[in-house]
């Protein structure tokens, strides 16, 4: 595996969350892997589950590990190529990407949409200009429109909660917000689910459809409660629209998820990839309550996050 962008970088999903689950178990058995290694995490945005996590993968492997919030630390970058760059850019992305190339022998890159251009956010503008021009493996530490590392981490910890002889009822669920957030964990985790052996539903208001590149063979409703019947795992998230682009259209209260809502279900448990927004996206009761998942999927990071390193450096 020279990239992990997508569930479309990895040859067998199964293989993939069975190795996470493997190192759980024994997390230093590869502390040699990655001996004189230099893992790059580079952060166009904040973070804490995934600069935490990451970091500590390559630790755990043998890794040399540095860390840099571009978005902070470093020159102004132009995107645009053959621009003359007589504005604010002071360094052009490809040259920076090259440069951090020769410091490193994986990168990690956290580039968030800007949500104004749906095209230029889903070409994945910057992700593209750091394989093209860095020249070693590239990690996606959430992009313009997928978070992999997040749904293998959420894959794992469905399969390891799961015990019962059939496909579990697995149920993305939209939930309000104040402000507008990507569609990257949703899609991802779509993408995910569609790999995987589980029944899979989303449900979401009218005019939140996510792009149908990553729902397919998903069943979607508009009713929350319909969807919810005999659920197994709901995935709670919340994602501004995709068709008109970047826009709250809805901040619909009743759309939170509460203990009310879970009598519907197979005595569910929750998930969300976190951070929250507590009493807006989720109530306290379910996260403060026996049903949640939430620490669990954020622990299952550094496992996920361990098994696509060693993969990397295997190859
Ligand atoms: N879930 C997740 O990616 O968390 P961070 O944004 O804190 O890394």
């Known amino acids: 595996m020279k990239y992990f962008t997508t569930v479309h970088d990895v040859n067998n999903v199964n293989d993939l969350v069975q190795d996470a689950l493997n190192i759980k178990q024994n997390p230093y058995a590869f502390s040699e892997i990655g001996k004189n290694k230099t893992l790059g995490l580079i952060f166009m945005n904040p973070s804490l589950r995934t600069r935490l996590s990451t970091q500590k993968a390559g630790m755990n492997l043998g890794m040399n590990v540095m860390v840099m919030n571009i978005d902070k630390e470093g020159w102004a970058l132009e995107l645009e190529d053959g621009a003359v760059m007589n504005g604010n850019t002071v360094e052009h992305i490809k040259d920076a990407a090259a440069v951090m190339g020769q410091y490193c022998d994986i990168i990690g890159i956290r580039c968030f949409p800007s949500l104004k251009n749906k095209e230029e956010d889903y070409s994945e503008k910057v ?13 996606s530490l959430e992009s313009a429109t997928l978070h992999p590392l997040q749904s293998l981490a959420d894959l794992m910890t469905i399969k390891e909660q799961w015990s019962e002889n059939r496909k579990p009822k697995v149920v993305l669920t939209w ?4 402000k507008a957030l990507p569609q990257a964990v949703a899609n991802s985790f779509s993408e995910w689910m569609g790999k995987a052996a589980v029944d899979f539903i989303i449900t979401h208001p009218e005019g939140y459809e996510l792009c149908e590149d990553y729902t397919k063979g998903a069943t979607i409703y508009h009713n929350q409660d319909e969807a919810l019947k005999n659920a197994d795992f709901i995935y709670v998230k ?15 209260k009743s759309w939170m998820l509460t203990h009310e809502k879970l009598k519907r279900t197979n005595n569910a ?12 996206e989720l109530s306290d009761e379910i996260l403060d309550g026996k049903n949640s998942l939430v620490i669990e999927q954020a622990a ?6 361990q098994a696509v390193l060693k993969k990397i450096l295997e190859k």
């Open 175 to 178: 939930a309000p917000h104040i």
């Open 300 to 305: 299952n990071r550094l496992f996920a996050a």
């Open 269 to 280: 448990k929750v998930m969300h990839c976190l951070p929250v927004r507590r009493n807006i």
């Open 238 to 252: 919340n994602w501004s629209t995709y068709t008109d682009y970047g826009k709250v259209m809805n901040t619909d």
């Open 127 to 139: 992700l593209l200009k750091f394989m093209e021009n860095c020249g070693v493996p590239i990690v």
